[in-house]
């Protein structure tokens, strides 16, 4: 594991898991589309030897680690599709069989062993990640007074795992607010060509006219509609632990967020999710939701912020668990919350609490096979606080159909002195999700036997896309 998005992506590059593009490329439609074509081919090095086993058909696939060094349109290096294969998500969790890469030289087909690795390393793979929690969740009592004293270290680890406040952090060396805002200048890509273009699914195109703030006319559509944030971990918390300095509700989620105008984003959860719970918690308060988004920062958090923790369980705790120490957070500039001190870049803002909730078509009906059923909520009015959002090119292969989503607004943007702009390719898989997907499926089958205990092992097909 890396403290930084930028270590990972030196260590990918030593690795022979880094490809860089110099050549000058489009955040619209054309790092996406390079992005897909290289996920679907084969991975430069191999996988350990447990995961090759537990996925004989795609283990090998995933190409490498792409960093685009001349974005049209912003000054910011763009990182993607650095999870997209086994070998490249035991690096980022640090279960390589290979050990620390950071000591490593040239790699071979299934790694590079070398005598020198890391204390905190775990070796053996996702499986052998999977061990160590297995013996976390369900421990045999140590049966000697010596066997207790050599459990210590264990016990000591679990001490470690939550997040720790820290006063300053290399994601605040620059400090944009007021008319500096400018998400614009970020290389938010986009990566499908209807996405964010609900006029070419039959909605009338002008349904978010005269929203204040965002972008419109023929230059916007161009360069900008259908951009959206992809790997950004969106940090929330709820109503009721407001001012707590140690909130107990603190959630870290991955959800896509849509670039609206240069300080105006959509924020897209499901109804389900911790942040759209959270939402729901302010908008009972009539208060406008604090949020930040934040980019990069140690190589588990991407990863964390996709597993499924139980409600009221932070996703820090786990990432804090496989960085074998707790995150450093530090205090947003504008709103009352803490991010990740390491991050590349953070957006913080606002959600708005006056949108409406889910479920509504502006063309005052449902889809033929909902007709009938339309939801409470379905009206011709699209409300104050909210915008139309969407389409999306999603993990399933298909767009997403556009819904009213609240509107994110922002109150600062800060980042690391040359910071990298991590994203990712959301489509039909192979992409960097299935390899998040498969790590899910390997470190949480202990927690999934301590449940149920009949279970020996399962699988989670890729076209399943891991959700129920």
Known sequence: MYETTQDLVAALDKAGELRRIGARVSP???IGEMTDRVSKS???YLASEPTRQNDKRH????GCALLFENVDGSDIPVVINQFGSYRRMEIALGCNESGSLAKFGPPGTAGAPRSEIDAGH?????????DKIGKMVKPEPPPTFLAKLQKLPELLELAKVPPKKVRSGICQDVVLTGDQVDVTRLPLIRCWPHDGDYASLGYPANVNAGIDGLGSGPEWERQHRGRYITLGTVHTIHADDAGNPVPASRNIGMYRVQLLGRNKLAMHWHMHHDGARHWRSWKAKGESMPVAVALGGESVLPYAATAPMPPGVSELLLA??????????VACRTVPLDVPANS????????????GLIGWDPRNTSPSWLRGSAPSSLSSDLGPGAVFEGPFGDHTGFYSLPDRYPIFTVTA????????YPTTIVGLPPQEDYFMGKATERLFLPLLRTLIPDIIDYDLPMFGVFHS
Do not use: D, Q, W
């Open 413 to 420: 943007i800060t980042h690391r002195k040359s910071p990298i």
């Open 122 to 130: 775990t070796p053996g793979g996702l499986e052998g990640l999977a």
């Open 28 to 30: 619209v439609l054309e």
């Open 42 to 44: 084969a991975a430069p």
């Open 320 to 329: 804090g668990f496989l960085n074998r120490g707790g995150i450093p957070l």
């Open 59 to 62: 283990h090998h696939l995933g």
């Open 344 to 355: 590349e870049i953070v957006i913080e803002g606002y959600v708005s609490h006056e949108a």
